[in-house]
């Protein structure tokens, strides 16, 4: 997981690969523990399908972020996948359409600005905010038109 990079093909089911557009988290220092196994390192790639496939076990590849206590709250925990995959569709669609090498270093420049993962858990909820209320806004105005 180390070496993996935006535009790297992972298995996102059997016999399927799909890109890595986007990563939620990219830290080879932070230690991580699940269940039994404890190893240095926390990687969270997004892929353009939204699953990764980890052991021979299929599951989205988007990890706890900001509509989680939300969904939990309302009991649409099951709906949490779709709802982060059609937020990260504009960079999913921009990553189609420049290329991934083009894509890559976009986004490693960004990066080295600003952490992409700390960023989205901090402002992510502001941002589909007020995404949603532009939306909105510009729904009523194209009906009045």
């Given amino acids: 997981m180390r070496d993996l990079e935006i535009g790297d093909k992972v298995a996102v089911s ?23 196994v404890e190893k240095l390192g926390l990687y969270n790639p997004f892929t353009l399908s939204g699953n990764i496939m980890v052991n021979n076990v299929e599951a989205p590849s988007h990890s706890e972020w900001f509509l989680d206590s939300l969904f939990d709250a309302i009991g649409a925990t099951e709906y949490l996948p779709y709802a982060y995959h059609a937020m990260l569709a504009p960079l999913r669609a921009i990553y189609n359409i420049v290329g991934k090498e083009i894509y890559g270093k976009g986004y490693a420049a960004v990066n080295s600005c600003v952490n992409v993962a700390e960023f989205g858990m901090k402002h992510g909820g502001s941002i ?6 532009a939306g909105v806004a510009t729904a009523m105005l194209a009906t009045k038109a």
Avoid: C, R
């Avoid at 589909?128 to 209320?133: E, M, Q, R, S, V």
């Fill in 14 to 36: 059997k016999n399927v690969f799909s890109d890595v557009y986007a990563f939620g988290h990219k830290d080879a220092d932070v230690i991580s523990e699940f269940i039994q």
């Fill in 128 to 133: 589909a905010l007020a995404g949603g209320i």
